[in-house]
C-alpha cells in the first residue's frame, strides 16, 4: 500500500464497525500507516481479533449508527475528513430473523452518516459498504456497477438501499462519497461462524460434519480481505478525483466457484477432510452471483495480490493460532 502511504499519515478517519470483521483488518492497516482513527461499533474491545493488541492506538467510541446526534459529534469533535460506513447487520440469516433491526442498522444507519458527513464540512470522503447481495437476482452475469439494484430479501434490499441513498447524497448535495460491492470476503479476523470459511475451519477444529445449507452448487466470488482492505484505502485516496466521486466498485478476483470447491480446497490446505453434510434448506438465498471488477481496474487500477490459494493458506494459518488461544 506504499503508493498512497504518506496520504494517510495524520489523517482524520471515521470506521464505523471498526471492531467487525473487515473493520478491525482497515483499522489495524490504517493505525499501521499513523492515521488518527475513531470508531465507533456498538459492540467495544473484543478479545482474540487482529486488531485486540491495538485499542490503545485509537479513539473508541460504543454506541450505534442508528443514533444521528453521536455519530455527528463523533465526526466533529475529531474533525473527521475520512468515513468508512461499515457498520451492518451483515450476517443474511441474522437480517431475515430479524428485518426491522437490519434495516436500521443498514438503512438508517447510512442515512445518518451521510447526512452527518454533509453538515460537517471537514468530510472529503465517505466509503459506503454495500455489498453484490445489493443487485439482487439476476440472469445476466457476472454483475456489473451499471445492474440494477434489486434485492428482494432483507439484508439484500438493505444494501440496494443504502447504496441508493449514497448515490442520492452525491447527486443531490454533491456528497464526495462512493460505494463499494463484493463478494465473500474472508481471511484473518472474522469470528462470524456462520460464514463458510470460520465455519469450515472451526468444524475441522471441533472434529464435527460441517451442515451446508445450500445443495452445495451455489456459485460465489470470495476474496481475501487484504485485498478489500487495499480497495477501500485506494478509493478513499482517489475520491479527489471527480471521476471517483459517486460512483459504486465492484471489487472482485473473478474467479467465482461452487461452495464444494471453496471446501476441497480448505480441506486440502488444513491437511484434513472431515465430510460434511448438504441439508438444502437455504431459502432466500441466490443461487449465483459474482462480479466483474473491470471498472476497478481501468478507473483505479486495482488488482487483487492474492489468489484463493495463497489466501486460504494465510487464513488456516491465522485461525489455527486463533484456536490454539481460544480453545
Ligand atoms: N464480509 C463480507 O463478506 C462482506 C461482503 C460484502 C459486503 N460486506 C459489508 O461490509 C461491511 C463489513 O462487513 P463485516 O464482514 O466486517 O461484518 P461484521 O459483522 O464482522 O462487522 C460489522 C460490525 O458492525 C457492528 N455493528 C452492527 N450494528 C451496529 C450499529 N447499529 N452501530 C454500530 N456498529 C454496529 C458490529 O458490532 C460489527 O462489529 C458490512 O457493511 C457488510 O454488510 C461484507
Same mark, same amino acid.
Given at each position: 500500500m506504499g503508493m498512497n502511504g504518506n496520504f494517510w499519515k495524520r489523517k482524520k478517519v471515521l470506521v464505523t464497525g471498526y471492531e467487525g470483521f473487515l473493520g478491525s483488518n482497515l483499522t489495524k492497516e490504517l493505525i499501521r500507516l499513523k492515521s488518527a482513527v475513531s470508531g465507533?461499533?456498538?459492540?467495544?474491545?473484543?478479545?482474540?481479533?487482529?486488531? +485486540?493488541?491495538?485499542?490503545?492506538?485509537? %479513539?473508541?467510541?460504543?454506541?450505534?449508527?442508528e443514533d444521528f446526534d453521536l455519530v455527528s459529534k463523533i465526526m466533529a469533535d475529531n474533525r473527521i475528513e475520512i468515513v468508512f460506513h461499515l457498520a451492518a447487520t451483515s450476517i443474511v440469516g441474522d437480517a431475515l430473523c430479524n428485518p426491522l433491526k437490519a434495516f436500521s442498522t443498514n438503512i438508517c444507519g447510512t442515512w445518518n452518516i451521510l447526512e452527518a458527513a454533509r453538515k460537517n464540512k471537514l468530510v472529503k470522503a465517505v466509503i459506503i459498504a454495500s455489498s453484490d447481495k445489493a443487485y439482487g +437476482?439476476?440472469?445476466?452475469?457476472?454483475? %456489473?456497477?451499471d445492474s440494477p439494484l434489486s434485492g428482494s430479501h432483507p439484508y439484500d434490499a438493505s444494501k440496494s438501499c443504502a447504496d441508493i441513498l449514497a448515490s442520492t447524497y452525491y447527486h443531490t448535495y454533491g456528497l464526495p462519497v462512493s460505494v463499494t460491492r463484493c463478494g465473500n470476503i474472508y481471511g484473518p479476523g472474522d469470528l462470524n461462524f456462520s460464514r463458510i470459511v470460520p465455519d469450515a475451519l472451526r468444524c475441522i477444529k471441533q472434529n464435527k460434519?460441517?451442515?451446508?445449507?445450500?445443495d452445495g452448487k451455489f456459485t460465489r466470488d470470495y476474496i481475501?480481505?487484504?485485498?478489500?482492505?487495499?480497495?477501500?484505502?485506494?478509493?478513499?485516496?482517489?475520491?479527489r478525483d471527480s471521476s471517483i466521486k459517486g460512483e459504486a466498485f465492484n471489487f472482485s478476483n473473478e474467479s467465482p466457484l461452487s461452495v464444494l470447491a471453496l471446501l476441497k480446497k480448505i480441506y486440502r490446505y488444513a491437511g484434513v477432510n472431515p465430510g460434511y453434510k448438504i441439508t438444502g434448506q437455504a431459502k432466500y438465498e441466490i443461487k449465483h452471483q459474482y462480479l466483474c471488477a473491470a471498472k476497478a481496474r481501468r478507473l483505479l487500477m486495482w488488482r487483487p495480490r492474492y489468489n484463493l490459494d495463497d489466501g486460504l493458506r494465510e487464513t488456516i494459518k491465522w485461525y489455527k493460532d486463533y484456536f490454539a488461544k481460544k480453545y
Open positions: 465507533l461499533d456498538i459492540v467495544t474491545r473484543r478479545k482474540h481479533t487482529v486488531l +485486540s493488541g491495538d485499542f490503545g492506538k485509537i %479513539r473508541i467510541y460504543k454506541g450505534s449508527v +437476482s439476476q440472469s445476466k452475469l457476472p454483475y %456489473r456497477e460434519t460441517l451442515i451446508i445449507r445450500s481475501y480481505v487484504e485485498d478489500i482492505v487495499s480497495a477501500y484505502l485506494l478509493l478513499a485516496f482517489r475520491m
